[in-house]
């Protein structure tokens, strides 16, 4: 879970994330499509806030857990119920697309993954 967050955290508050978030803008200006590829400083700091506050079992099991423990956390750690959500259901898509086979926690990125900062 923790590199997951460390990967969602590469462009935060960058000239490219920026640039990112101006693509994805809806009519009202938020971005939030954007906000796994370059989250902003302010909704990085709420996704490291939820981290933080989970339970190892928790994020052992983060890639399953139900929106009522999604809102429960996001309640707990004082932050945007929404953005958590879209995060936690990232990083399930992430488990699912590194291996069917293991549990998630036991999943790493792969090596290409983190050298290219990439998904």
Request: aromatic share 6%; glycine share 6%; hydrophobic share 35%.
């Amino acid at each position: 879970m923790e590199r997951y967050l460390e990967k969602v955290a590469s462009f935060a508050g960058s000239k490219y994330g920026k640039m990112v978030r101006e693509q994805f803008k809806d009519i009202r200006g938020g971005s939030e499509l954007a906000m796994l590829a370059a989250p902003s400083k302010e909704e990085l700091e709420q996704l490291k806030k939820a981290v933080a506050i989970m339970t190892p079992s928790e994020k052992e099991t983060a890639d399953s857990l139900t929106d009522e423990q999604i809102h429960k956390i996001a309640a707990d750690a004082e932050i945007d119920p929404a953005n958590f959500a879209i995060f936690i259901n990232g990083y399930a898509l992430h488990c699912k697309r590194v291996s069917s086979r293991t549990n998630c926690a036991d999943r790493s990125l792969s090596a290409n993954e983190t050298a290219r900062g990439s998904s």
